[in-house]
C-alpha cells in the first residue's frame, strides 16, 4: 500500500455520463496530482494542488474538472468526453512540491473507457 | 524533438542477466534524475533517485548520469522473474517544477 487510494479503479462511461473519479491520501502531504497515462505515451502531468490551491493545470480539456476540498483528497470530474480520453489515471501526493526530491507516490489508477 | 526518450521495449532477457535501461533527453537545464518502477496494474513507485551527474548504487540497482552526453542509464544485475515490470525515467530541472517523464521500457525477467 503506497498510503494513497483511488476510487473507483474501473470506469467506462457514455461520451454524455457524467462522473468523478476520487483520491484520498493518508501521508500527510501537502501536494496532490493528477495524471494521465496512455499506451505508449509518457506520463502526463494534469493538474497540481499545493495546500489545496491549484498551482498548475496543464493545458488540459474543460471537461476535465479537479477539485480538491483538502489536503488528502483531490477529484477529477469528467463531463463530455471523447473515446481518446480513455486511459489510466493517476493520483499522485508529495510531501512539499518545492523540495523536488521526485518522491512521488502514486495510487494505483482508475482505469477509464469511454464508448 | 522530445524533452525525454526512452524505448519502450518490450525487453525480455533470461534470470541473472544484465539489464541496461536508458533514457535520453535534450534539456540541459534538468538537474534531478529518477528510475519509477510500475508493476501491472499497480501506480509506479520510485525506485532510485540521482542528483546531478553521477552513479548512485542500491543493491542490485545502479544509476547513472552523463550530464554531457544528456544519457542516463539503470543497471539491474542479477535479474530476477521479480523485476519483470515497466521502468519509468523521469526528470526535473529545478525545485517546484514537475517532472518530465519518459514512455517507460517493459522489462520481462524469464525463470
Known amino acids: 500500500e503506497t498510503g494513497v487510494t483511488q476510487t473507483p479503479r474501473h470506469l467506462v462511461m457514455g461520451m454524455t455520463n457524467k462522473k468523478s473519479l476520487k483520491c484520498e491520501q493518508h501521508?500527510?502531504?501537502?501536494?496532490m496530482y493528477w495524471y494521465k497515462q496512455s499506451a505508449k505515451k509518457p506520463l502526463e502531468l494534469m493538474f497540481v494542488?499545493?495546500?489545496?490551491?491549484?498551482?498548475e493545470n496543464n493545458s488540459v480539456p474543460s471537461r476535465f474538472s479537479p477539485e480538491c476540498p483538502n489536503s488528502s483528497h483531490l477529484f477529477l470530474h469528467l463531463h463530455t468526453l471523447q473515446p481518446e480520453d480513455s486511459a489510466l489515471y493517476l493520483c499522485?501526493?508529495?510531501?512539499?512540491?518545492?523540495?523536488?526530491?521526485?518522491?512521488?507516490?502514486f495510487g494505483e489508477g482508475s482505469r477509464l473507457t469511454v464508448l | 524533438q522530445k524533452e525525454v526518450e526512452q524505448d519502450p521495449g518490450p525487453l525480455s532477457v533470461p534470470e541473472g542477466a544484465i539489464v541496461s535501461l536508458n533514457c535520453t533527453y535534450s534539456?540541459?537545464?534538468?538537474?534531478?534524475f529518477m528510475w519509477y518502477r510500475q508493476y501491472s496494474r499497480k501506480g509506479p513507485e520510485l525506485l532510485m533517485y540521482?542528483?546531478?551527474?553521477g552513479n548512485k548504487e542500491d543493491g542490485r540497482f545502479t544509476a547513472q548520469v552523463d550530464k554531457s552526453s544528456k544519457y542516463i542509464s539503470l543497471f539491474i544485475r542479477d535479474s530476477q522473474p521479480s523485476d519483470s515490470a515497466t521502468y519509468l525515467c523521469?526528470?526535473?530541472?529545478?525545485?517546484?517544477?514537475?517532472?518530465?517523464f519518459g514512455k517507460g521500457t517493459t522489462l520481462s525477467v524469464s525463470s
Open positions: 499522485a501526493s508529495s510531501q512539499d512540491p518545492g523540495r523536488n526530491t521526485g518522491e512521488l507516490f
Open positions: 501521508l500527510g502531504h501537502n501536494a
Open positions: 494542488y499545493n495546500f489545496k490551491e491549484q498551482t
Open positions: 534539456n540541459s537545464a534538468f538537474q534531478y
Open positions: 540521482t542528483y546531478s551527474s
Open positions: 523521469a526528470m526535473s530541472n529545478q525545485a517546484g517544477t514537475a517532472l518530465i
